[in-house]
Nanobody, 123 residues
């Protein structure tokens, strides 16, 4: 079993930055791909970013490419999402996700989910 706990959400003005963190416990996080999925009010869940177990492979959703950066520190069992140039349309609940399969995260079907953290971007 893998437990994921997000932190770092909040309210920020458009153009600003936030960094989300996801602390992992349970099975060794270094064997899992991890990533971020978001859900805005009234919308379906959307893939944001994923990183493989070594940190050497990443993938981003089209709407965040060039603005968000995902990284991980396996020694700290933590995954990060640096969000820059934030837009009001980035407002959503952001969920940390983990799965043995990188593709499952991209398809928004990971085995493990965090409880979510709210990110609100004001215009």
């Amino acid at each position: 079993q893998v437990q994921l706990v997000e932190s770092g959400g909040g309210l920020v003005q458009a153009g600003g930055s936030l960094r989300l963190s996801c602390a992992t416990s349970g099975r060794p996080s270094s064997t899992y791909a991890e990533g971020w999925i978001r859900q805005a009010p009234g919308k379906e869940r959307e893939f944001v970013a994923a990183i493989n177990w070594s940190g050497g492979g990443t993938h981003y959703g089209d709407s965040v490419k060039g603005r968000f950066i995902i990284s991980r520190d396996n020694a700290k069992n933590t995954v990060y999402l640096q969000m820059n140039s934030l837009k009001p349309e980035d407002t959503a609940v952001y969920y940390c996700a983990a799965d043995l399969s990188f593709a499952h995260i991209v398809r928004v079907t990971p085995d493990y989910w965090g409880q979510g953290t709210q990110v609100t971007v004001s215009s």
